[in-house]
Every structure is written in C-alpha cells, then in structure tokens.
C-alpha cells in the first residue's frame, strides 16, 4: 500500500510555470507506475500524464504535451508534474495516482492508490 499527498497548487497567472509535487510513503515507491489526473469544475477526470516505474517512459494527454513534464525522484519517493505556460483551461484539482504494474494506463479506473488533490486555478 501507499499513501500520497499533493502540494504546489495555487494560483498562477497565464504563462508563469508551476511545478506540482507528490510525496508517496508506505510500500517500495520504485514499485509504483505513477500518473497525474485533473478534474475541472462540472467535467469528468481526465488523465494528463504518466511515467514508468524507473524513470524511463513517459506518456501525455494531447492538451498538455509540450507544456508539461511529469518527472520522478525515487530516491525522495516524489513525483512532480512541471507545469509550463498554463492556461486558463488547465485550470482543475489535480491528483497523482499510483498502480503496480509496468503499464503506462491513461485510465483512471487502472489506479488504486490517489491523493487528495490539489487546486491549480490559471487566470488569465
């Protein structure tokens, strides 16, 4: 089992990068294929990027790729999501979630262990 916590989020103005941590503690974190969601206000989650147990392949939703790096320090058991020129419309509560396969799911459902959230609002 692990347990995640989400931190970074905030209010940001268009443009101005952000980075968005997430602490796992419990089981082996190296273990875990890891995965950041977000849900904005009246829409379903959606997924936004996932990176393979050792650091190595990494996955992005078409709406973020080119702005946003998901990265992982096994050794600090943290992995960041690197938000570059945000928009509006990335605005949403963004979870990290964790599953112990080697498969880079996209799909909420794969993923048994999630974070609380953490609420990124983008002005314009």
């Known amino acids: 089992q692990v347990q995640l916590v989400e931190s970074g989020g905030g209010l940001v103005q268009a443009g101005a990068p952000l980075r968005l941590s997430c602490a796992a503690s419990?089981?082996?974190?190296?273990?875990?294929?890891m995965c950041w969601f977000r849900q904005a206000p009246g829409k379903e989650r959606e997924f936004v990027a996932v990176?393979?147990?050792?650091?190595?392949?990494?996955r992005y939703a078409d709406s973020v790729q080119g702005r946003f790096t998901i990265s992982r320090d096994n050794g600090k058991n943290t992995v960041y999501l690197q938000m570059n020129s945000p928009k509006p419309e990335d605005t949403a509560v963004y979870y990290c979630?964790?599953?112990?396969?080697?498969?880079?799911?996209?799909?909420?459902?794969?993923?048994?262990?999630w974070g609380q959230g953490t609420q990124v609002t983008v002005s314009s």
């Open positions: 979630a964790a599953q112990g396969t080697e498969l880079l799911y996209t799909t909420s459902e794969r993923y048994r262990y």
């Open positions: 419990g089981r082996a974190f190296s273990s875990y294929t």
């Open positions: 990176i393979s147990r050792n650091d190595v392949t990494s």
